[in-house]
């Protein structure tokens, strides 16, 4: 078994920051890919960033300049650090871990920005 669990979400005002946190644990030693997925309300879900085992990090174009990733996938932890949060961020941010063709995903964590 593996689980991801995200910590960090919260309710912060338009302009403010966040830090998202996801550690996985379970019968893995480490993963090739961790991320972060964002899914609002009545949308898909959607990529927010991403960090390989190479430390390669890719944004969304839309929080571009604003999110930064981090972490170890060796060491199976990620961070998101949100700054210049919007409305349009409100969301539930979804862990995501990936390991040759297996998936795993966290249940998810808030994020609510008010205008």
């Known amino acids: 078994q593996v689980q991801l669990a995200e910590s960090g979400g919260g309710l912060v005002q338009a302009g403010g920051s966040l830090r998202l946190s996801c550690t996985a644990s379970?019968?893995?030693?480490?993963?090739?890919?961790m991320g972060w997925y964002r899914q609002a309300a009545g949308q898909q879900r959607e990529q927010v960033a991403r960090?390989?085992?190479?430390?390669?990090?890719t944004y969304a174009d839309s929080v571009t300049g604003r999110f930064t990733i981090s972490g170890d996938t060796a060491k199976k932890t990620v961070y998101l650090q949100m700054n210049s949060l919007k409305p349009e961020d409100t969301a539930v941010y979804f862990c995501?871990?990936?390991?040759?063709?297996?998936?795993?995903w966290g249940q998810g964590t808030q994020v609510t920005v008010s205008s």
């Open positions: 960090i390989t085992s190479g430390n390669t990090a």
């Open positions: 995501n871990g990936i390991l040759g063709r297996r998936e795993y």
């Open positions: 379970g019968t893995i030693l480490s993963l090739n890919t």
